[in-house]
């Protein structure tokens, strides 16, 4: 059996690099949307680039999860463990600072405050915390924290992800994945092909030689992908509007996706030395960072308008705004990137409940695992 290398310190340090830019991007889109009046968006009426930055977290968390699962299989418990502690570890204070945010903000300054409230705002919370905001036709994140959406999807992958990968043979194990795609929904089933290029990037990549051509090309599909956001229209729908919302560019995200997967599977996978080793601890520590960045930057931005006030089109203002929310976020990430220890433990203690070992595990492993 083929055994594949493990990542090294270069590959490393090429996807954190990729996750911190991605993030940067989608922050930046969200800061220019709030001060500016006119901001870029391809000229064929694309996507501005933050979806491209979504798109590249869609792949590369494809990547990183089909990479961990393969290489440290301990089995679909320890598997929903991590994902589970990974995603409430920053869904769960990202809903109650956005909640807190949100009534900071209708004190502060109940105009600003109309844009963000539609309805009652519990149903969307709910919905976000059980990862069914996107689930069916609607698209319910609280209008506050609108990149909440994403985490749906990533939800709905995980779980997909997990019963294909920890199925057995029987028919009936076929019914669990079919169950969690009705549940997930058109909109999520539709972009998950984009997040599936991660996992066969990572499942197909054996390029251990010829490292510098390597680079060239992975350099080249990234140079691509690049080059058609600017120019493909949106394909077949304009993006966050029904009927498919996030989705509606499937097409043109397909396109995208698949050259970013590409990059991936041509990265070649060498050894390296030392010294870029200490460099990527440094750069995963970033890397770490825009989980809760992505989570927690846009009330913050709407807060920081509520708190300061703004004048339309001041690119200072902006720019102030930004790194502030960047430098809150990134502090805020820090001290909840410490308690991951405890959402670990905590799922762990609920996942090895004496009753779901005795009564629920059983059943699930006679039927499907």
């Known amino acids: 059996m083929h055994s594949k290398p493990k990542l090294s310190a270069y590959n490393s340090l090429f996807l954190d690099l990729l996750r911190v830019l991605a993030a940067l991007a989608v922050v930046y889109v969200h800061a220019s949307d709030q001060w500016l009046s006119d901001t870029y968006t391809p000229p064929h009426g694309g996507a501005n680039i933050?979806?491209?930055?979504?798109?590249?977290?869609?792949?590369?968390s494809g990547f990183v999860i089909s990479y961990s699962t393969h290489s440290k299989n301990k089995g679909p418990l320890a598997y929903g463990i991590a994902r589970?502690?990974?995603?409430?570890?920053?869904?769960?204070?990202?809903?109650?600072?956005?909640?807190?945010?949100?009534?900071?903000?209708v004190y502060l300054d109940p105009v600003l405050s109309f844009e963000y409230i539609r309805g009652a705002s519990w149903p969307r919370y709910i919905l976000s915390f059980f990862y069914l905001?996107?689930?069916?036709?609607?698209?319910?994140?609280?209008?506050?924290?609108?990149?909440?959406?994403s985490l749906s999807y990533e939800f709905w992958y995980y779980v997909i992800f997990?019963?294909?990968?920890?199925?057995?043979?029987?028919?009936?194990?076929?019914?669990?994945?079919?169950?969690?795609?009705?549940?997930?929904?058109?909109?999520?089933?539709?972009?998950?092909?984009?997040?599936?290029?991660?996992?066969?990037?990572?499942k197909l990549n054996h390029r251990v030689a010829l490292p510098y051509k390597s680079w060239s090309l992975v350099c080249l599909c990234l140079f691509?992908?690049?080059?058609?956001?600017?120019?493909?229209?949106?394909?077949?729908?304009?993006?966050?509007?029904?009927?498919?919302?996030?989705?509606?560019?499937?097409?043109?995200?397909?396109?995208?996706g698949f050259l970013i997967g590409l990059a991936l599977l041509f990265m070649p996978l060498t050894p390296s030395p030392t010294q870029v080793e200490k460099w990527a601890v440094r750069l995963r520590k970033m890397g770490d960072l825009t989980f809760p960045l992505y989570v927690l930057h846009h009330p913050l931005l709407i807060l920081w308008k509520a708190v300061f006030g703004f004048q339309l089109d001041n690119r200072i203002d902006m720019w102030v705004a930004f790194w502030g929310v960047l430098i809150i976020s990134c502090f805020l990430g820090i001290l909840l990137e410490r308690q991951r220890y405890f959402w670990n433990a905590f799922f762990k203690r609920l996942l090895n409940l004496p009753v779901l070992k005795t009564r629920i595990y059983p059943k699930l492993k006679a039927i499907h695992f």
């Open 50 to 60: 933050g979806h491209l930055g979504v798109v590249v977290f869609f792949v590369l």
């Open 84 to 105: 589970l502690s990974r995603l409430y570890s920053m869904v769960i204070p990202a809903l109650l600072i956005t909640a807190c945010i949100q009534a900071l903000v």
């Open 133 to 149: 905001s996107e689930s069916a036709t609607w698209s319910a994140a609280p209008p506050i924290n609108r990149p909440l959406w």
């Open 162 to 202: 997990g019963l294909l990968f920890f199925k057995n043979t029987k028919y009936r194990s076929y019914l669990f994945i079919g169950l969690a795609c009705v549940i997930a929904g058109p909109k999520i089933i539709l972009m998950m092909p984009i997040w599936l290029c991660g996992c066969f990037a990572y």
């Open 224 to 256: 691509l992908a690049g080059f058609l956001y600017a120019f493909l229209p949106a394909i077949p729908f304009k993006l966050g509007v029904p009927p498919l919302y996030y989705s509606n560019q499937f097409v043109t995200d397909y396109i995208l």
